[in-house]
């Protein structure tokens, strides 16, 4: 619906997001991780885990969605769970890439 506004109208995600009740940044977010990955690569991702048996968190995956480099954002979720970084220790191996 957010690359149809022609057929649903401007503002669609925020509407949206009041009909249901979450804030629409929320919903952005939904789009964010669906736009970068399948379902499919989804539940393959989130049946991995780190050294310390800890799968990726759905916040993982949101911080994840600012890397537009489909090769960077691969690399940086293997440094995730090779290193077991907190969502705060992706951000900081976000900045030193």
Same mark, same amino acid.
């Given at each position: 619906?957010? @690359?149809?506004?022609?057929? %649903? @109208?401007?503002?669609?995600?925020?509407? +949206?997001?009041?009909?249901?009740?979450? +804030?629409?940044?929320?919903? %952005?977010? %939904?789009?964010?991780?669906?736009?970068?990955?399948?379902?499919?690569?989804?539940?393959?991702?989130? @049946?991995?885990?780190?050294?310390?048996?800890?799968?990726? =968190?759905?916040?993982?995956?949101?911080?994840? &969605?600012?890397?537009?480099?489909?090769?960077?954002?691969?690399?940086?979720?293997?440094? =995730?769970?090779?290193?077991?970084?907190?969502?705060?220790?992706?951000?900081? @191996?976000? &900045? =030193?890439?």
């Amino acid at each position: 619906v957010k @690359g149809a506004p022609e057929t %649903y @109208g401007q503002r669609v995600v925020e509407r +949206a997001a009041a009909e249901v009740g979450v +804030a629409a940044r929320i919903l %952005y977010q %939904y789009i964010a991780v669906a736009e970068a990955w399948s379902a499919t690569e989804i539940r393959h991702e989130v @049946g991995r885990t780190n050294r310390l048996g800890q799968s990726l =968190s759905w916040s993982h995956f949101v911080a994840l &969605t600012r890397l537009d480099d489909r090769a960077i954002r691969r690399r940086m979720l293997e440094e =995730s769970l090779h290193n077991a970084w907190s969502v705060r220790g992706f951000l900081r @191996g976000l &900045t =030193s890439t």
